[in-house]
T-cell receptor, first 117, second 113 residues
């Protein structure tokens, strides 16, 4: 397994266009997370999946953002009608849910950098 | 007050120095204390995590937790230029599907040869 893969690594788009990012998690991991990170900030939680179920979505996430994880494998994050404020690094992470015990250790991908002109 | 506070730096040290990176937190229910390292244009990677107060050592890295003061530290001994990165503290609480992970801003470290 090569870890968490994200595609594309960099996307430049014009304001108002739609963009989609893909994440392929570590195969045995049942949890998948999307984060957004801007310069000088820690990762900001967007949403997460347990298998194919989307269990939590940040209140900060507008309706222009949608994420899916069909069949509990790869995931996509779509941003509709992009705005300049959407410019950021979009990070995907996966983990193996250990139930009630043990820390939930995230393995991150390299990220997809979005630039909205 | 933020739940997790971390000085963003930047911190610049000479090669071989001992580096101390710190975070404070406000919620005594926090359970797991993690340190992630993030190189430029890469995703964060876990360095180590601790559960209880005390020290945990892994090679040149030592994580320290003081629950009474709500203070966590990461020490890097014999720092190397390859240690130049942003170091993020992250603290987890809750259980099952209600786990939450709170991140610090990250401290940017430069180790100069």
């Amino acid at each position: 397994d090569t870890g968490v893969s994200q595609d594309p690594r960099h996307k430049i788009t014009k304001r108002g266009q739609n963009v989609t990012f893909r994440c392929d998690p570590i195969s045995e991991h049942n949890r998948l997370y999307w984060y957004r990170q801007t310069l000088g900030q820690g990762p900001e939680f967007l949403t997460y999946f347990q298998n194919e179920a989307q269990l939590e979505k940040s209140r900060l996430l507008s309706d222009r953002f949608s994420a899916e994880r069909p069949k509990g494998s790869f995931s996509t994050l779509e941003i509709q009608r992009t705005e300049q404020g959407d410019s950021a690094m979009y990070l995907c992470a996966s983990s193996l849910d250990r139930g009630l015990s043990g820390a939930n250790v995230l393995t991150f991908g390299a990220g997809s950098r979005l630039t909205v002109l | 007050q933020k739940e997790v506070e971390q000085d963003p730096g930047p911190l610049s040290v000479p090669e071989g120095a001992i580096v101390s990176l710190n975070c404070t937190y406000s919620n005594s229910a926090f359970q797991y204390f993690m340190w992630y390292r993030q190189y430029s244009r890469k995703g964060p990677e876990l360095l180590m995590y601790t559960y209880s107060s005390g020290n945990k050592e892994d090679g040149r890295f030592t994580a320290q937790v003081d629950k009474s003061s709500k203070y966590i530290s990461l020490f890097i001994r014999d720092s190397q230029p390859s240690d130049s990165a942003t170091y993020l503290c992250a603290i987890e609480y809750g259980a099952g599907n209600n786990r939450k992970l709170i991140w610090g801003l990250g401290t940017s470290l430069a180790v100069n040869p």
